[in-house]
């Protein structure tokens, strides 16, 4: 009669198996590394403000096809020169950094926003069309459908056919006051904490890409919602651009990983697998706000292949 398996046997079998289950994930370095050049987009002056504070510069990638109406009026601003000299006057802690001119709820006081608009129609969603590229997640606590379009986290609700970017960090959006017209780009946020509890309620302008540190490392404002109580605290704005009215020389070049390439699923399957020596229990899953979109340098054009 044939022996049964021994439990010795066994235990060598799961042995033999043990290497490939525990295989180490490979780094999000190393899958950057071998990432073609093609994956990546150059992103456009014509889409990018610069946000130059006395510690460096903070870039941010607008979202015009998101908040059309808002970004053109902060591109007006930003023409006007209407940032400079204003000033980061709000830190809250695990929330938001903002800044704009700290009076302009005080007519009196108020800097002029010249031809500006001064109320603009909510654009806290927008409408789901085959235009709307998505990348789909698999779970989300603040939306029927969470994932990435194009270079931004977003939620979706399919029953509604709307979508709308996530207030995941870094995230820039409009502050207003109770009045859903009120938002008017002339005074911003970036979140630096937990914020998608505001998702679909304030218009979003874009994302910060480089220098967040710049604002998630400025001391908390010590009053109410993280206001600071003494003006000297505040942090001075050298002057907010968009780099398309800048000369070259005086632009950062930078490139996104696109979304919907594979090297960026590499780098979600990863994160939800992880297993290195430090790390032997995996989530098996990852947030939309988990998940940073890979922003590196641009090469020259001379030597650009996208």
Not at 88 to 108: E, H, L
Request: aromatic residues 8%.
């Amino acid at each position: 009669m044939r022996a049964p398996r021994t439990v010795f046997g066994l235990t060598l079998a799961l042995l033999a198996a043990a290497p490939a289950l525990a295989k180490d994930t490979p780094s999000s370095e190393q899958i950057l590394k071998a990432s073609k050049p093609s994956e990546w987009h150059r992103l456009s002056p014509e889409r990018t403000a610069y946000l130059d504070l006395p510690a460096g510069r903070v870039v941010i990638e607008l979202a015009p096809t998101w908040s059309p109406a808002h970004v053109a009026n902060l591109k007006t601003l930003m023409a006007q020169h209407y940032f400079d000299g204003t000033s980061v006057y709000r830190v809250q802690d695990n929330f938001v950094s903002q800044w704009g001119d700290p009076d302009s709820d005080t007519p009196a006081k108020a800097k002029s926003m010249g031809t500006a608009k001064k109320t603009l129609p909510p654009e806290f969603v927008r409408h789901v069309d085959a235009s709307l590229p998505f990348v789909k997640l698999k779970r989300d606590v603040y939306a029927p459908e969470a994932g990435f379009s194009g270079d931004f986290p977003i939620g979706r609700d399919p029953a509604k056919h709307t979508a709308w970017i996530a207030h995941c960090y870094g995230t820039v959006g409009v502050a207003r006051d109770v009045a859903r017209d009120s938002g008017n780009a002339n005074t911003l946020y970036a979140v630096i904490g937990a914020a998608r509890r505001i998702d679909r309620n304030l218009a979003v302008v874009g994302r910060v890409v480089q220098g967040m540190q710049y604002l998630s490392s400025l001391p908390r404002g010590p009053g109410s919602m993280g206001f600071y109580t003494d003006t000297a605290k505040r942090t001075p704005i050298k002057r907010m651009v968009l780099a398309a009215n800048l000369p070259a020389s005086q632009r950062t070049p930078l490139e996104v990983l696109k979304t919907d390439s594979a090297t960026f699923q590499r780098l979600l399957n990863a994160k939800r697998h992880r297993h290195d020596a430090f790390y032997t229990v995996s989530s098996g899953t990852v947030g939309v706000c988990d998940m940073d979109i890979p922003v590196r340098a641009a090469p020259s054009k001379s030597h650009s292949h996208t």
